[in-house]
């Protein structure tokens, strides 16, 4: 059985306290810890740099997945590797050369993804998609924590599935982002994804550790 790992984003969380929520997070079952940059020209948002992610990073054992909704990504992916991230996703919207930009990330030593926003093709990934680590499948328009689930990204998800089915990619996550609850999980997994980003649903809730288990238990 495949593992579902869930990816808290921290864009809900209180930013006043965010050592505290991010320690709250990993004791309550995460597994990722998810951190949404944001620029406010690729997406009308703007959150925060590598030097938020530096300070976070030490405390926290999670793996940082860093989901850059920026344009010019290939201008800050060092400082993000520099500043600690595990992975780091681009999106293809942003990227004129996808595949060397790609590459720029595995060299510093970086797991690898690129995502897709609801109006892009899967196809704008199948070409790359044996040197990445994870696709990464919009599923809201990004720059906002809280929006609604578009079940039309559903079938995206299963187009990624069949391709790393049948080109044998074992180790290449599929990444699910955007109203993401312990509704809309077990659609996502059914589809393919095995890591879902869940903001809202986890740091809008009182209890974290509960939020976290309903979605896992929505799974069974
Ligand atoms: O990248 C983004 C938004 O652009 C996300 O990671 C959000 O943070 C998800 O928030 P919820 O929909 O889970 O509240
Ligand atoms: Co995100």
């Known amino acids: 059985m495949t593992k579902i790992n869930i ?23 995460a597994d990722w810890l998810h951190v949404d940059v944001m620029d406010g020209h690729f997406v009308p948002n703007i959150t ?3 030097l938020v992610l530096e300070a ?5 054992k999670l793996l ?11 201008r800050y992916i060092a ?14 919207e ?35 998609i044996e040197d990445l680590d994870l696709v990464l499948v919009m599923t809201v328009n990004p720059g906002f924590g809280g929006q609604a689930f578009i079940p039309g ?7 990624i599935a069949e391709w790393r089915e049948q080109l044998g990619l074992t180790g290449l996550h599929i990444e699910v982002d955007g109203g993401i609850t312990a509704a809309t999980a077990p659609l996502v997994v059914e589809a393919g994804a095995d890591v879902l980003v869940a903001g809202s649903a986890v740091f809008g809730r009182e209890d974290r550790a509960e ?7 929505s799974l069974k």
Not at 64 to 74: A, C, K, T
Not at 110 to 127: C, D, Q, S
Request: hydrophobic share 50%; proline share 6%; charged share 20%.
């Open 48 to 50: 925060f740099g590598p």
């Open 211 to 217: 939020a976290i288990a309903e979605i896992r238990d």
């Open 79 to 92: 400082a993000f590797a520099k500043a600690g991230a595990n992975l780091i996703t681009v999106h293809a």
């Open 64 to 74: 940082l997945d860093v989901h850059l909704m920026i344009e010019h990504p290939e």
């Open 153 to 159: 990204t559903l079938r995206k998800i299963s187009q």
């Open 94 to 128: 942003a990227c004129v050369h996808l595949h060397s930009v790609i590459q720029q990330i595995k060299k510093l030593g970086v797991k690898a993804g690129v995502a897709i926003n609801p109006a892009t093709p899967a196809l704008a990934v199948r070409e790359v």
């Open 7 to 29: 990816a808290p984003s921290i864009l809900s969380a209180d930013f006043g306290k965010l050592a505290l929520e991010v320690a709250e997070v990993e004791r309550s079952g």
């Open 56 to 60: 976070v990073a030490p405390h926290t």
